[in-house]
C-alpha cells in the first residue's frame, strides 16, 4: 500500500499543480516509479496506490501500470482516492486512517503479509529480503530503519533497538536520541494484527490516525513483536527544493551512488516515446544527464535534462535540473535552478546565480526575455517580474 | 478507421545489407538509435487507425518477433484483434520459402479470410516513411478505385534498376507501371503500400497465384492496368521517406536523420513512432566529453568524442576513444585510445583499445554483432 496522498508542501510551487510522488526526477523517472519499480522487482504484483491531493497527473501515470509490468489481471496496481461508504464518506485523515478506509480493497486479496510505503524518496530496496527477515523474527511488525548522522538524529522518528534489533522504544524527533535508527517510513506488518490495530485506533477518537504518532506506539505499550531492519543503501528524502536538487545532482557523480545501470534491478518509467536526443554543431555538453526528444545547441553543463528540453544557440544552463518540455531560449543562462514542465525561460533571461537557494520555475511559466530570476525565487502565476 | 486492416510483408531481399541482415530481416534493422524499420510502418497503421495488423515474416524472424511481441507498445494487444505474426508453415504447395509477396500472401489467406475489416493496406518493410494513412484511405474511398497505390515525387527515392514507378494521368490514374527497370522513365516512384478492399485482394492473390506468378507489382498492378480492367490510382505522400536496401542507404538514412529538418519530417507530434522500451536511464556525458552533430539514446555512457554520429542504447564511449561519422548499435564499446570513421557497428560489438578502422564515406565498413576488434 503506497501512501501518495501527500501535498509535498516544501516543495513549494512544485507541487502546486501535482502530487509530490508525480514530480520529475533523474531525466526520465517520477519519484513513485522508485517504489513502484522496488514492487516489482521484489515480486510484488498487487499494490494499491492511496491518492488524494491533486491525484489526476499522477492517475494519468500509473495508468494500467504496464511501464512496471503491472498490469495483470489477478492483481497489478489500482489508485485508490476516499470513496463513499454507505452514508458517510471522508478525506484521508491521516496514514493509519488511509489504510483502514481500504481496507475491503486489502481483504479482496486475503494476504498475511502488507507492505506499507511511501512516495517520497529515492531508494532501491528488496522488500522480499524484508518480509523473509520479518517472517523469520516472527515479527507483527518489521520498520526498515538506516542509521543517520548522530547530529541530525533529533529531525527524524528514531527506533531504540535491543541487541537483537527488536525495537524497544519509538521517539519521534526526540531532542536527546538515544539511536540514530531512523525509520524509514517503510512498514511490514502481518495483516491480522494490523487490522486488529487500524480498527482500535479507529475507535480512539482523540487519536492522529497515523503510523508513527498511534499505531507503532500502541503496538509497543502492547508488547507485540516490532523488528527493526537494517538498510544501508543509497536513500534520500526529497521533500525539500535543496534535497531534490541534490539528489538529482547525486546522479552526475562517478561512481553513481545509487546505480542505474542494473539490468537486474531496472527502475522502470512511462517512456514519453521520443526520438534519441540531438547535441548540434557548436553545442557543448559536460557532465551531463540528457534523454530522449532533447535538443541541445548551446551549452550545458553539470546538469540533468528532462525528455523535450531544447537548449538554444547561446545559452548556458549549469548546475540545473530542466523537466520535460522546457524550452531554454537564446542566450539565456541558468544556472543552480529547477525549471519545472513545460516551462519557457526567455531570450538572454537570467535564472538563478552561481551561489545561494536553489531558483525555481514553476509548471508551464514563461519568463520574458532579459528578466532576471535572483536565487532562490520561486517563478509561478503570482510573481510580478 | 475500424474497418481497416493491414498487412506488412518482410519477406524483402535483403543480400545488399551485407553482415547486418545475417540475424535480422530487413523490417528488424536497428534505425535512429532507439527504433527498428518496422516501428515506423506499424506506428503509421495505429496512428492511421488501424487495430488489426498482420507482420508476414520469412526467414530470421525471431529478432522480429522479440521486438514486437504482444504488440503493447503499440497498443495492439487487443482480445480478438491486434498485433498477428505470420511466420512461414508448411503447406501442400509452399514449402517454407516464398518466392514472392504473392505466395506470402497466398499462404496466409486464412489471416485475411478471418479479418472482419472491409479495407486493408499492403506495405513493403525496405521503406521508412511516417504518412498519414487515414488521408490515403479517404482518397481511395473518395475516389471510388479498386485499388490505390502510395507514391512519391522525391528524387532520392528513383533508383536504377530497383523499384516501381507510375505513369499518372490528370485526374492521378495509372496508366502505366515500370517494374524494375534499369532507367526508370517514370519520376514516380511506388512505395510499395496500397489500400484495396480485403476480398478484392484475396480474390487477386488467389487468381495469381494459381497461374504460377510470384509478383504483386508485375503480374497483378502491371496486368490489370494494361487490361484496364480495374481502376487503379495513386496517392502522393509529401512527407520524406528512405529506402533502406543496402549498406549505402542504411548509412545515408541514418546520416540525413541528424539534420534537425530532416529529422522533424519523419518525427512528427501529430504521428508518434512507438517501440520497444528499454528502461535504461538517461545518457550521460563525462566532464571532459565532447560531442556534436549526433543523436544519442537512453543508456548511453560518453566521456570521449563523438562527431556526425548515431549511438544505440548502452553505447560506451571511453575517454580518449574518437568516433566520426559512424552508427553504434545497441550495448557497442569503443575503448580508450580508438578511432573510428565511416563504421557501421552491430549489437554488442567492441573496439579495443588504440584501434584504428577508417572506412570511405561511400562504402562504410560494417563489423559484426558481437565482434571484438
Known sequence: MLLAGGQGSRLGILTKKVAKPAVPYGGK????????????????D????????????????????????????????FVLPPYQKGKSGEWYRGTANAIYQNVAFIEQYNPDYVLILSGDHIYKMDYNAMLNY?????ADATIAVREVPWEEASRFGIMNTDSEDRIIEFEEKPKNPKSNK?????????????????????????????????????????????????????WKDVGTIESLWEANMDLLETPMPIDMHDKKWRIFAKNPGMAPHYIAKGASVTDTLITEGCEVYGNVNHSVLFAGVIVEEGALVESSVIMPGSVIRRGAVVRRSIVAENAQVGPGAIVGEETGNIAVIGQGMSIPAGVSIPAGEQVDEAYTF | MKDVMGIIYTGENDARLRELTVTRAIAAMPVAGRYRVIDFLVSSMVNGGMKNIGVITQKNYHSLMDHLGSGKEWDLHGKNEGL????????????????????????????????????VVLSNSTIIYNAHLDE???????????????????PSMKRDEYGTYLSLDKSGN?????????????????????VTKRELLRELVDKAVSHGQHSLDRDILLRLVQDKSAKINAYEYKGKSWQIDSVQSYFRFNMDILDPKMRKGLFRDDLPVFTKVRDEMPAYYGVNSHSIN?????????????????????????????????????????????????????????????????????YPIVIGKDVVI
Request: charged share 20%; glycine share 8%.
Open chain 1, 134 to 138: 520479518h517472517i523469520r523474527h516472527g
Open chain 2, 136 to 154: 490515403l484511405i479517404r482518397y481511395y474511398k473518395d475516389t471510388g478505385a479498386d485499388i490505390t497505390l502510395l507514391y512519391t515525387k522525391d
Open chain 2, 294 to 362: 549526433s543523436l544519442v539514446a537512453d543508456g548511453c555512457q560518453i566521456d570521449g568524442i563523438v562527431e556526425n554520429s548515431v549511438l544505440f542504447r548502452g553505447v560506451k564511449i571511453a575517454a580518449g576513444a574518437h568516433v566520426k561519422n559512424c552508427i553504434i548499435m545497441q550495448d557497442g564499446q569503443v575503448h580508450d585510445g580508438a578511432y573510428i570513421e565511416n563504421c557501421i557497428l552491430d549489437k554488442q560489438s567492441v573496439i579495443k583499445r588504440n584501434a584504428r578502422l577508417i572506412g570511405p564515406e561511400a
Open chain 1, 182 to 234: 531512523a525509520s524509514m517510513g517503510v512498514y511490514i506488518f502481518t495483516w491480522e494484527k494490523l487490522r486488529h490495530y487500524l480498527e482500535a485506533d479507529e475507535a480512539d477518537k482523540k487519536s492522529n490516525n497515523d503510523f508513527g504518532k498511534n499505531i507503532i506506539p500502541n503496538m509497543l505499550n502492547d508488547k507485540q513483536v516490532l523488528v527493526a531492519y537494517n538498510f544501508s543503501g543509497y
Open chain 2, 174 to 194: 495509372v496508366i502505366d507501371l515500370e517494374v524494375q527497370p534499369t532507367h526508370p522513365a517514370y519520376d514516380n516512384t511506388y512505395m510499395e503500400v496500397l
Open chain 2, 84 to 119: 498477428h505474426i505470420l511466420p512461414p508453415f508448411l503447406t501442400r504447395e509452399n514449402v517454407g520459402v516464398y518466392p514472392g509477396l504473392l505466395d506470402a500472401l497466398r499462404s496466409n489467406s486464412n489471416f485475411l479470410v478471418r479479418s472482419k475489416q472491409e479495407y
Open chain 1, 46 to 77: 498487487t499494490v494499491g496506490v492511496l491518492t488524494q491531493y491533486q491525484p489526476l497527473e499522477l492517475n494519468a501515470y500509473i495508468g494500467s501500470g504496464a511501464p512496471w509490468d503491472l498490469d495483470i489481471s489477478n492483481g497489478g496496481v
Open chain 1, 29 to 44: 523517472y517520477r519519484i513513485i516509479d522508485f517504489p513502484l519499480s522496488n514492487c516489482t522487482n521484489s515480486g510484488i
